[in-house]
């Protein structure tokens, strides 16, 4: 008997502890995402963007993109890219390095309350070639419409696809360009594409999408 009460004694030492819970206690809730603060945000835009995106996010230089209107979570998908090197750009690594998560979303959701200024096409004779490719792609290349992903007036879709609508054509037109050779590497799908355009219709898109309402 005494050896039996012993062996009990030993396999109840071993065996692993079990987390205690009081009766009736339910399981812990999940913390909810703080709310993006555009206080925080415009002062946090005035800091670090404003100098060559503007004051509202409507860039006014050709070579930066308009970031007003944009979609909040392409924003901050592209400034954490910036910060890690996905996405290469020195200038723009420098800014982003210096934001933590809660600043790139206070940013851009600060940015997308802002409405988005009209641009406009400038080449007409290059007009009908970029409304066909964004409008029905080149079907005997194997090329997407742009409509496809960015809706056929340049919205884009919130959390997947960036609008376009208005966007400075030349800026545009550098990263497809940037997409094609391949310093731009943070999309697969857009270095498909742009792979596969040459310069004439690459101007020819770029410069429809800036005239998209």
Not at 33 to 39: S, T
Not at 103 to 123: E, L, R, V
Not at 163 to 181: E, I, N, P, V, W
């Amino acid at each position: 008997m005494k050896f039996l009460a012993s062996m009990l004694m030993a396999a109840a030492l071993a065996a692993p502890a079990l987390p205690a819970f009081s009766a009736g206690a339910a399981p812990a809730a999940p913390t909810k995402a703080a709310k993006p603060d555009l206080v925080k945000g415009e002062a946090s835009f005035t800091a670090v963007c404003v100098a060559c995106h503007a004051a509202d996010g409507n860039s006014t230089i050709a070579a930066n993109p308009k970031l007003a209107q944009q979609h909040p979570e392409y924003l901050v998908k592209q400034l954490q890219e910036f910060k890690s090197g996905k996405r290469n750009n020195a200038i723009m690594a420098g800014f982003a390095s210096m934001l933590t998560d809660e600043d790139m979303k206070n940013i851009a959701y600060w940015a997308a309350s802002k409405p988005a200024k009209a641009g406009f096409s400038s080449d007409k004779d290059l007009v009908a070639l970029g409304e066909r490719i964004y409008r029905g792609g080149i079907a005997d290349r194997q090329i997407a419409a742009c409509a496809g992903c960015h809706s056929p007036n340049g919205a884009g879709i919130p959390a997947q696809y960036p609008r376009l609508s208005g966007q400075h054509a030349d800026y545009t037109a550098s990263q497809l360009k940037m997409f094609r050779d391949g310093s731009r590497a943070n999309s697969h799908q857009m270095t498909q594409v742009a792979a596969k355009l040459n310069d004439r219709e690459i101007k020819a898109v770029s410069d429809y999408i800036a005239g998209l309402r």
